[in-house]
């Protein structure tokens, strides 16, 4: 499950200034939004081709390919359409392909 | 360390005070005239009876920013710095405020490049007043001592959470002898326990320090820290009367007063030059001529009420500092005249006086001179700065 | 498939946590790779201190935190002392089973840093240093930094009419490391991860100061195609400008040293950065590569035959 990994919980700016931290410190690994609509294209698995060495789970910059249920699979709240994994990608399992509008 | 009454010079006691607050770090760098300070501490580090991380840092840069990581994991945090080495942490001086870092440091006041000096004046301490730190002056060796240790409880109470500088006259106040009540551990102990962090890296409860916040955030944070500092008023008193308690001294909190009860002419000053400053006042009150003197104790936070409150009824009031902010005038006068601004027509008339720069010495006759100026001409009219005793005269 | 996948993935002992994820910077940057490989190596026992600069411009944009483990922006020119204060505060604290970990750019180790760092290794603190190199002030949009190579295209030092990019050559930072005698330094490629991971591990085992220089190709600042990141990781190695080396017990390691290097041309062909140099300057490139790499295998034939006390070990007299 992406959930497990990365909890995105949407955020208001507060308007009142207790329910602002007092310091400029708050609890680690809090994401109110994800990167989807950064991306011009996005990656599609070709499961039969791949041997699972894990090249493109290990380039990601973005911590988007995950294996679920035996199988590598993008978080596409997370995924930004760079398009390393295709290309590190040595027996062309993944191909990248347009967003559609 | 030798605890009861000792002959200690001014680094001494507040290194004593600084061992018996136990600090789990220290950042150790010399410059002086604080050298002495890093150098008690080290030797009884190095018997063993200061029972710390003692860090060489290769700067004071470092030794501030080291300050900062220690105090991210909850460790409690002590260094001490003048003048240069001031200004080369000025950034993290800023960064420690900001991050409400309860880190306590001692400056021994000195004079600022260019012309080189390494003697006492004020002017290192003043120019960092907008970093964000409390900044508290000590005026002889035993409140230096006694400050230290109140300055862990302020700075670690989670209602001011903001680093604390404690400023000592350079030579005039580090160097000399005075005799110095230091107390049993078991009491400093019993008056400052361990550090209970507000917040801090947790490998439980993984936090995230020292973030970036953007237009439409930074201004509640900045509010937050204004209101953390300006409550360390009150919170210093809180703690001077808990330190009576324990230690049968009180300091009183942001001001000291002398004889300004019915006082005509009062000269405002920081640090140990209200000392001579009170024998001055004393001989004037003896010839009948009412003069008072007072001390800021704590200059930021700005206790501008109590200022306002104190100098109610007095004629005319004459900011004397070892400082002046070049291009316009004294900087403690600047405020002063801005903190008794709201009074209207019954503010006291202000005339502000620079003397002691570079070390230079204030004997008590210029002093005297100061109140029968004050007392004749009144305030001034306008920013000049009165140079008490340059050496140098205009052909 | 399935199990070959499971296989690797347990091989690889990464374990399914991401602790840096959601952050801001560029789709396809090289950095990010080279600080969510170290983190999930290094698990979440760890404290963290990012200077000014990519990293933490990206991951702590309140509300946002992309790290999921304790970490902390420092000043820029601070990164080491911050580190240096937490790990004594590690030992007063009695913390056990942690690990102080930074990640500071190219300006924020070998200009800015360079002195907090010194002294960091020289106290022998016990933190690890992680430079993800990617030889220039990136953050700030591509000025030229101590470790920007020669003839490189930057904001500052530009491919103009007179000067053709940076004169300067990339300064010998991972010798100044190993002149200090430092326990444990290396040289990385996010090109080649699983060499990184080891060096990582090594580097976590060290009961002191350990530092790794891991290249982290910028396609933004470099001028390359979005997707290049990896490959120019490759090729940085496969061609001898980055080598992978090692320096241990004084003495110094090349992890590979080809028979043959490719092309340079294959390497700086893909970067704009270097889009403006003539065959002259590809020469030079090369003959100074060749030089290099002699110099390296002399060091490392010293260390090999070399008696302990003329090795640069930091020494150190605990009672």
């Known amino acids: ?101 | 360390m030798k605890t009861g009454l000792q002959f200690l010079a001014g680094n001494e006691a507040v290194a004593a005070g600084a061992a018996l607050a136990r600090p789990q770090v220290v950042a150790v760098y010399p410059i002086t005239p604080q050298t002495t300070i890093v150098e008690r501490l080290a030797d009884w580090h190095a018997n063993g009876e200061l029972k710390c991380e003692f860090l060489h840092v290769e700067s004071e840069h470092s030794a501030l920013s080291a300050a900062m990581g220690a105090s991210a994991l909850g460790a409690r945090t002590f260094t001490a710095t003048s003048s240069q080495g001031l200004l080369y942490m000025c950034e993290c001086l800023h960064y420690a405020a900001g991050g409400r870092f309860p880190i306590v440091m001692v400056n021994a006041n000195r004079a600022l490049a260019l012309p080189w000096n390494i003697y006492g004046d004020q002017r290192d301490s003043l120019s960092q007043l907008e970093s964000g730190w409390i900044q508290l002056y000590a005026s002889d060796a035993q409140e230096a001592l006694d400050l230290t240790l109140q300055a862990f409880r302020l700075a670690e109470d989670p209602r001011v959470a903001t680093p604390v500088m404690l400023n000592v006259d350079g030579f005039a106040l580090t160097h000399t002898y005075e005799p110095v009540q230091v107390p049993e551990p078991a009491q400093a102990d019993a008056f400052l326990p361990a550090f209970k962090p507000a917040f801090h890296m947790d490998l439980d409860a993984p936090l995230s320090l020292g973030f970036s916040a953007g237009p439409r955030d930074n201004t509640a944070f900045k509010i937050h820290q204004h209101r953390g500092c300006l409550a360390a008023e009150s919170v210093l008193e809180e703690v001077d009367a808990e330190f009576a308690r324990h230690f049968g001294r009180s300091w009183g909190g942001a001001l000291e007063p002398w004889r300004v009860d019915g006082a005509e002419a009062v000269v405002v000053t920081l640090g140990s030059l209200s000392g001579e400053l009170r024998g001055v006042v004393d001989a004037l009150r003896a010839e009948g001529l009412k003069a008072g003197s007072l001390r800021l104790r704590l200059l930021r936070p700005f206790p501008a009420e109590a200022l306002r409150r104190a100098l109610a009824g007095v004629r005319v009031a004459g900011v004397l500092e070892k400082n002046v902010s070049v291009g316009f005038e004294g900087t403690v006068c600047s405020q002063v005249r801005a903190a008794l601004h709201p009074l209207g027509a019954a503010a006291p008339q202000v005339a502000g006086f620079t003397g002691g720069l570079g070390g230079r010495d204030i004997p008590a006759a210029e002093l005297r001179a100061v109140f029968l100026r004050l007392l004749e001409h009144g305030g001034t009219h306008d920013n000049a700065v009165g140079w008490i005793d340059p050496g140098v005269r205009d052909a | 498939m399935p199990e070959a996948l499971s296989k690797n993935l347990s091989r690889l002992g990464l374990g399914a946590d991401e602790p840096f994820v959601g952050h801001k910077a560029c789709a396809g940057c090289g950095g990010t790779v080279a600080l969510r490989l170290a983190l999930k190596a290094l698990g979440p026992r760890v404290f963290v201190g990012v200077p000014a600069g990519c990293m933490s411009a990206v991951a702590f944009l309140y509300p946002q935190m992309a790290f999921g483990v304790n970490a902390m922006i420092s000043t820029f020119a601070g990164t080491a002392s911050l580190l240096s204060g937490m790990a004594a505060a590690v030992k007063a604290l009695g913390i056990r089973d942690a690990h102080v970990v930074g990640f500071a750019g190219d300006g924020g180790t070998a200009d800015i840093g360079i002195q907090a760092l010194s002294g960091a290794i020289d106290r022998g603190d016990r933190i690890i240093y992680i430079c993800y190199d990617n030889e220039a002030y990136m953050n700030t949009g591509v000025q030229k930094s101590g470790l920007t190579p020669l003839g490189a295209s930057t904001t500052t030092s530009p491919a103009g009419t007179v000067l053709r990019g940076a004169t300067a050559s990339k300064k010998d930072f991972f010798g100044i490391i190993a002149a200090h005698g430092i326990p444990y330094a290396a040289t990385a490629s996010i090109g080649y991860p699983h060499d990184y991971l080891r060096k990582v591990r090594k580097a976590a085992a060290v009961d002191g100061p350990s530092y790794i220089q891991v290249l982290a190709p910028c396609p933004t600042g470099w001028g390359s195609a979005i997707d290049s990141a990896g490959e120019l990781g490759r090729l940085a190695v496969d061609c001898g400008l980055w080598p992978l080396r090692e320096f241990e017990g004084g003495m110094h390691r090349l992890n590979r040293d080809p028979a043959r290097f490719s092309p340079l041309a294959d390497y700086l062909g893909q970067q704009g950065r270097f889009k403006h140099l003539d065959a002259g300057m590809v020469s030079r490139l090369e003959r100074q590569r060749d030089e290099r790499w002699k110099t390296l295998r002399q060091w490392e034939e010293f260390g090999k035959q070399a008696k302990p006390g003329q090795l640069p070990i930091a020494e150190e007299v605990v009672p």
């Open chain 1, 1 to 101: 499950m992406p959930e497990a990994r990365a909890k995105i919980v949407p955020w208001k700016a507060p308007q009142l200034l207790e329910d602002y931290p007092a310091w400029p410190h708050t609890p680690s690994g809090r994401l109110v939004e994800g990167h989807a609509a950064w991306r011009l294209q996005r990656p599609l698995l070709d499961q039969s081709l791949c041997t699972g060495c894990l090249q493109c789970y290990l380039l990601c910059p973005d911590a988007a390919l995950a294996v679920e249920a035996g199988a590598l699979a993008v978080d596409l709240r997370l995924c930004k359409g760079c398009g390393v994994c295709a290309k590190e990608c040595k027996r062309s399992a993944i191909q990248m392909v347009l967003e559609r509008s």
